[in-house]
């Protein structure tokens, strides 16, 4: 067993691990963060994705003694009053999922590629996206939600 030692949606957070833990069962068995889903355990779908040290990564492929001491972000931490962050009311606005389960991955990806570029078109956006796979939509309503949130921010 390895300690680890991590902050997450600002606070620090300390486990006991196996080596061969991932970073997504960290979160979800030791840490009761169940946002984070896991769906194809191989990085190929996106909805575990989560945001460390500025980065969006995918949790299924980030063993959680390989973030010791990193800040991560979970679709938990996006905001500290119980509301809907900018990206999350805009993506509620635009309809852009059906049934949910790959919202948070989508939202963190959204989240990463906005803070590093605030000013993304369309094309942008839908490249950086297009690691995330939905089984419900046809992908527009989730590209209106980001652009409606840059939109929004830029606005702010």
């Not at 996106?46 to 991560?72: H, K, P």
């Amino acid at each position: 067993m390895v300690e680890v030692t991590v902050q997450v949606n600002g606070a620090p957070r300390t486990g006991s691990v196996e080596a061969r833990k991932t970073l997504a069962d960290f979160l979800r068995d030791d840490l009761d963060l169940t946002g984070t889903h896991i769906g194809c355990e191989h990085g190929v779908c996106g909805a575990c994705t989560v945001i460390v040290d500025g980065r969006a990564v995918r949790s299924c492929l980030m063993l959680a003694v390989q973030a010791a001491d990193s800040e991560i972000t979970t679709i938990e931490g996006l905001t500290t009053d119980g509301g809907l962050g900018t990206l999350q009311q805009a993506m509620w606005d635009s309809h852009s999922f059906q049934c949910g389960f790959c919202t948070p991955g989508f939202v963190m990806q959204a989240t990463a590629y906005l803070g590093a570029h605030p000013d993304a078109g369309e094309q942008e956006i839908r490249e950086a996206l297009s690691g995330n796979i939905c089984r419900c939509t046809g992908y527009q309503s989730i590209i209106d939600g980001v652009l409606l949130a840059a939109q929004r921010s830029r606005e702010a």
